[in-house]
Every structure is written in C-alpha cells, then in structure tokens.
C-alpha cells in the first residue's frame, strides 16, 4: 500500500483509538465528557488536528489552512451540538444536526479534503470525520438510539444474516437483470477471506453504518417516522454511491445501494444496534468482493 509510513500507521492508531474507546465504553466516557466545563468539551476536540500533522509534516505536504480545518472542525461540530443539546432537549432533531450530517456527507462523497492527504491515505480523512461526529454526537450531544457498540451480540447476528438472507435473491436478480455484477470464480484461504470480511466490517460497513443508520436513519425516525425513515435514509445511501466505479452518474449503483439501504436499515431498527446493519452490510460487499 502507497504512503504506508511509521508515521502514517501510528495516525491509524491514534485515529483508532476514540472510534474503539466509544464502542467499548460510549456511556462512560460521556458521563466523563459531561463533567467537564463547556469550553473544555468544545476545545478538546481540537486535538483531531494531530493525525493529520503526523502523516503531513513526514510526507512534506504540511499546508496552515488544512492545520485549520483539522483544528477547527471539530471544535465548530462541538459547539453547534452543544447549541442543539440545549434547543433540543427531546432530541427530535436539530437544524444544527441537519447542517452537521450533511457537511459530513458531502466532504465524503465529493472528496473535499482528499488533497490533504498522500495518495493511499484519504481513507485517515473519513475515519476522522467518524471521531468527530461520534465525540459531538454521543460525548456532547448525547443522542439516544445510536446503536453504536462493538459488545456483538447473538441478536445483531440473527438481525444482520436474516436481512443477507432477504437481499441475496433480489440483488442477484436485479443486478444481472441490469448488468450490473459479473459473477467469477475466485477461491481464497480462509484466513484470508475472514481478514478480508474483518477489514470491511470496521474500515467500510461501520463508518457508513453509523452515519446512515445510527444518526440520519435515528434522527429522521423522530420527525417522520419509522417507515419514511427508512425510505429516506435509504435513498440517501443509495445517491451516495452516485460516482462510485464510474466517471458520471452510476444511476444502477445508486439503485442497488438504495435496496441495500433497506435491508441495512431493517436490521439497524430491529434493536437499534449499528453493529446489526453492520453484519449485513460487511457480508453484502464481502460476497461481492469474491464472487462477483
């Protein structure tokens, strides 16, 4: 892999930490957040700043307005979610919430701050944006539902291959139908097919999993409810895949990943649990991956 440097992998690391630290233990370190004065919640955050000056300042690339972004990013994210904690106290869903998902959103899927980052490393810009959300949304904002948990259950199982076993068909169906998955033969170890499911389930599934279902999915079910929720989020999942694998708009990838978004969200809500969506989506690009 390109770019994979000392200084790069210990930025994995420290990226790393906050996702792991509140899927272990969400409720502790938000009580502790909590107990601090207001400044010291919003400016803490601040210190997301630091993997972008380890991977930058060793590659040579270190620019002052990215030092910036990284800086004030999430202290801005902080601050408005402080503002919608108050406003919103039955957290029906904010303005600022709205503002925040959908900055998030698009900085991913039109690659806003790419270029910040040594070709082989923008995937360290998505996996900060998922520690600042989840710092602003669970630690400050404290938002309920959210699901996120790496404490796997029977029941995430059960919810997560059910709705594999409900998609498989009708996505085979379609995506021949349209041309769109080639199947292959491809047969790999097992160690290496079980790394492979691994990687994608913490790199891929869970980042996406938590924005689409644990906070636009949870947020929009206050306002509009279950079923529109539902359609809703999907949708949005399916139109974020509008560039993938193609140069102009890929209206069978936005079609596919909007059933896909179904079925993910149908295992989020059937307990709230990211960890749910998660196995069926990981499972879902893990199968594609393979053999088609």
Not at 90 to 104: K, S, T, V
Request: glycine fraction near 8%; charge should be positive; aromatic fraction near 16%.
């Amino acid at each position: 892999m390109e770019n994979v440097t000392p200084a790069a992998i210990a930025a994995l690391v420290v990226e790393l930490a906050p996702a792991v630290a509140f899927g272990c233990a969400a409720e502790r370190i938000t009580r502790a957040v909590q107990r601090w004065p207001e400044a010291a919640r919003i400016g803490f955050p601040g210190l997301c700043v630091l993997p972008y000056v380890l991977v930058s300042v060793s590659q040579h690339i270190f620019r002052w307005r990215w030092f910036a972004l990284y800086a004030g990013l999430p202290m801005a994210v902080a601050w408005l979610l402080e503002k919608a904690a108050r406003a919103d106290p039955e957290q029906r869903g904010d303005w600022r919430d709205g503002i925040i998902l959908l900055a998030f959103g698009l900085a991913v899927d039109l690659r806003w701050f790419d270029h910040a980052w040594p070709t082989g490393l923008r995937a360290l810009n998505e996996l900060l944006l998922v520690d600042i959300g989840l710092y602003g949304f669970q630690a400050v904002r404290q938002l309920s539902g959210t699901g996120f948990d790496f404490h796997l259950r029977w029941s995430d199982w059960k919810s997560g291959l059910r709705e594999l076993l409900f998609f498989t068909p009708l996505v085979l169906t379609l995506g021949w139908a349209l041309g769109f998955i080639h199947p292959h033969a491809n047969f790999p170890s097992v160690g290496s097919a079980a790394m492979r499911w691994v990687l994608i389930f913490f790199f891929t599934a869970v980042p996406e999993e938590l924005f689409f279902r644990g906070w636009v999915q949870n947020l929009l079910e206050r306002r509009v409810g279950r079923r529109f929720a539902l359609v809703i989020a999907s949708v949005l999942f399916g139109l974020s895949h509008f560039n993938k694998r193609s140069a102009h708009f890929n209206w069978r990838y936005v079609l596919l990943a909007t059933l896909a978004g179904v079925f993910y969200g149908r295992a989020w809500r059937d307990h709230r649990r990211v960890a749910a969506s998660t196995i069926t989506h990981a499972s879902v690009d893990w199968l594609w991956g393979l053999w088609f």
